[in-house]
């Protein structure tokens, strides 16, 4: 390509750049505003005054604990999810046996469920078991609901695995563990860190079966933080930015390290194979 | 090789952790929906049996119908959209100066809640004060639409943020599977002499052709039972002009107290994003899948 | 790592997931000794609602120091979350010992599945005399009061001083008056009154007026009861004026895509003149430091106009807020019934001179020291003729549903006076 077409390209590509950072920078000036200008004037605009107090009022609501829990409740649910669907998905593809139709089939069906449908049977189920109020009830909801959708994605990806990987570690008598985890998984790094991207933002941003499964404040997570804000007839809309940034922050730098990995990923496993 | 990767146990110790916690609970729930749907039930008292009366009540309720088509609509932009997102995964993922810069702030959106994204979008679009209409008035545009209040925009206006919200999720997965295809392939063809846009269309696209076929099942079962922006937004408003299918079951669940009904609707939903992929999967099939 | 390991291995991790959870012990009702414990859920969480949320742990404070042995176990939630999980809970016979409920259309399948307990002896008890005249009616089912009210709110038309000021308006007393004041705001610019009908009970408060002033206090009611008809002249004549009001470009535009929240800001960034909406929101024109002084002097109100000289100006739309309720299946409901008659007790003077509240048990307004604006609210409380309970609490969830979007097409000029008339007769008449 020219020189002319590049420019142009770069252009264009900059200027999408700025509209996808835009969001940050206004839900950062969002959440140092009162609710007076939040609603009056541009978004854009600086507060007229930096009401730093929203994030002061946000801790003292009590955040820390939330956030403990959002963390742990998201890695254990993302390693569960990536564990069982690539065990799952490689049962499906590269494993004989006739029913592995009908099993994906199953997966895909467990795709279309709308959450709101499902809420008041798993209340019933948790609460036979006497999981409600109990933060591993979450933790395998989490894991379930997101299972379809990893299995998904990670479909695409073992179709394109060569088969001779899999004949050679048969003929080298390796055993099919060995080489799920010691070759398949491994392999599938770069489709791996997408998955742990993907699951992340949805166990982080979920709300509605914590609200649902959770009533003691210990076990809250971040999402449940937000809900304090929110009035009856009256909302705080600033420290509703200021708990937004706050769970902005770990995610934005998780983010940043798995998405490295999606590129990196290829290159080593390149190397090995 | 085949003794091996058809050892009924292996199989079974793959497949059955994950098998089993979907059977309880999402199948579990699905089940019950659908008896639930056979109920006269406001969710609060006593449950009375009413056969197919509530699924008879659906098939001829016109907002219903109204709710599916505007669904209908969101799969088929959604499903449309994913050209737009494979072209800029395209050259995102060639190697092209700052692109991993630039990879990771196209992706940053999609790490918002609904909550914050419901919050910009309303303030882009409102009326008086809105970002869109002030760049409309100062081009010269005398009366700026009412986005979220005039029945006839508003289904279309809600889909931009929806669209949106979903471009990260899209990108993210085409940028993957492109790096995924093995570099000694598209270089081979460099040399052959095949632009980037041949490289693009000939190479890169067959090798991830599993992956498209993969989001575009994705894009339209996300789509039919989408709900989070609508609900926040415009609560289905004005009048139902875009409520969709999620949003509708939720209002009779939870709002009108009609949880026998809703959950009758919450089935339907399944049956026909269940319906639709299966076309979708026929028409998209081909004998190199077949194989596996 | 062998084979069977890494086997085992998987298998326990899976089984672990299902066994983690089931050892953990129960937390809850009825486990902390020889005491008893009733669970409490409310929708004031601290950070947007600070001074009832303190209110209410002071309450609980007082009353577990009184008794004994009784802990009040609490649960916080918003409002929306706060009905979705309450139903969620009611089908699996989970209700918390005391919570709280809306009045009339939303409690009433509460009562028919035999989930609320009556508070008859409450009520006739030692709350005798408590409650505002008619506030427990619109708790009450076939003559059993199933809920005890909190708040009471009537709906008035705010007004900023200054912008009327400026073009020499005065509070008008009829419609004639009060379409002058609109078509002298409108002329000037000014957007007359500020609407955000994206929640839809904000239009249903305009047309409520219409149809009080038109059609007489208890001519709404009687519709939606089948004792009369929406298809009524009077009726109708209310929705037309709605319309009228539309097409004189009364409302700011855009209003069905806006939310109340929206339009209040509009009114308070002083970008509309007027502002139809309960008496809930009178902390942010007397009391809360958040808005300017400057604004909060500058806002005052009037009662609804007659029209056509037709109609009583003591004549209010509004009604209870929320209310207790006691859980019919409680284990504790004894102690439950009495928290929440020690909580009634305790929360009228307290919610009005600490939160701003206009609660629904009888103050006195000269014995407490409150902004000029709650002495003139309670007091035409105190002289109301009626007060006509929020159409959409009134109806069932189902008819209140097609109210709503009703009210958002009138507004939106979809349709006609007459089949906004019908569709309520048909909706009604599904009820049956």
Redesign the interface.
Known sequence: MNRLGYLILYICLGLVALFQILPIIWLFLFSLKSNREIFAGSPFALPSEWRWENYLTVWEGGIGTYFWNSVWITVVSIILTSLLASMATFAITRMQWKLSKLVLGLFMVGLMIPIHSAIIPLFSMFLNVNLIDNPWSIVITYTAYNLPITMMILLGFYYTLPREIEEAAVIDGCSIHRMFFRIILPMTTPVLSTIVIINMIYNWNEFVFVNTFISSDGYKTLTVGIQNFIGQYMTDWGAIGATLIISLLPILLAFIFFSNKVVEGISSSAVKG | ??K?????W??A??????????G???????I??AY?GLMDW?????MEFIGLENYINAVQDVKFWDSAWHSSLLAVFSTLSLGVYLA?SM?LASK?KGS?L????????????????A??W????????G?LN?LLLAIGVETPP??????DI?LYAIFIPILWQYAG?YI??Y???L??I?ESLIEAARIDGAT?IQIAYKIKLP??K?????TV??AI?GS??Y?DLIYVM??G????ASEV??SY???L???????GY??AI??L??II??IV?VIVRKLTADEE?LQ? | MSKKAVTLLVMFLTLGLFVAGCGDEETGSGDSGDGETVKFMHLWPEGSSAEHNRIVKDIIADFEEENDGVTIDLEVLSNEQYKDKLQVLSTSDELPDVGMTWAAGFMEPYVEGGKFASLDDIVEGDLEDTFVEGTTEAYSVDGTTYGLPLELNTANVFYNKTIFDEYGLEEPETYEEFQEVIQTLAENGETPIALGNKDRWTGSLWYMYFADRIAGPGALTEAIEGDGSFTSPELTQAAEEVQNLVDMDAFNSGFNGLSDEEAKSMFMNEQAAMYLIATWDLPNYTTNEDVPQEFRDSVGYFDFPTVEGEGDMDSYVGGPGVGLFVSENSEVKEEAKDFASFFVEQWGEKSVTEAGVIPASKVDPESLDLPDMYVEVLNDLNNASNITLFADVQMSSDAADVHLDQIQALFGNEITPEDFAEAHEEALSEEE
């Open positions: 090789m085949n091996v990767m058809s050892n009924k292996m199989i110790i793959y497949i059955l952790p994950a098998l089993i916690l979907i309880i609970l999402i199948f579990i729930p699905l019950l929906t639930y406001d969710g609060i008292g006593t800029i050259i092209i991993d630039l990879r990771k702030i196209y992706l940053i959106p999609m790490l918002l809640s609904s909550v914050a994204i919050q910009l309303i303030k882009v679009f409102n009326p008086q004060n970002v002030q009412n986005w979220l209040s005039d029945p508003v999720f993210l997965i940028y993957a599977a790096k995924n093995p980037p090798l991830i599993g992956v498209v076929k993969v099942v994705l079962v039919l039972k709900f415009t609560g408003g004005p009048n139902g299918m999620a079951m939720y209002k669940a939870f709002s009108t107290n009609d949880f809703g959950s919450g089935f939903l399944l994003t269940l992929t899948e596996y």
